[in-house]
């Protein structure tokens, strides 16, 4: 069965960075493209960022260009999304979700403010 974990969340100041990960088990990890998506208290999904199986790819929500990088580390089944410059606006609980949207992780909650 698959199974993904997010972890690294945590709070932060505006302007700080932190990085989450994702541990991926159960399917074959290194043939599926990934995605990151977070959800802001009282609002809906919110696609962040996805990334092909081979890490050839990768693509960014508008406002988080230039601040989030994704990446992947298909040896360890790992998912990343490391942000940067991170926005009182960034706060939400962050997804990781296989690429075809059957699997999710449970989330990890962010939370930027002062």
């Known amino acids: 069965e698959a199974q993904l974990v997010e972890s690294g969340g945590g709070l932060v100041q505006p302007g700080g960075s932190l990085r989450l990960s994702c541990a991926a088990s159960?399917?074959?990890?290194?043939?599926?493209?990934m995605t990151w998506v977070r959800q802001a208290p009282g609002k809906g999904l919110e696609w962040v960022s996805s990334?092909?199986?081979?890490?050839?790819?990768?693509n960014y929500a508008d406002s988080m260009k230039g601040r989030f990088t994704i990446s992947r580390d298909n040896a360890k089944n790992r998912l990343y999304l490391q942000m940067n410059s991170l926005r009182p606006d960034d706060t939400a609980v962050y997804y990781c979700?296989?690429?075809?949207?059957?699997?999710w992780g449970k989330g990890t909650l962010v939370t930027v403010s002062s």
């Open positions: 979700a296989h690429g075809s949207g059957d699997y």
């Open positions: 159960g399917f074959s990890f290194s043939t599926y493209s």
């Open positions: 990334i092909s199986s081979e890490s050839s790819v990768s």
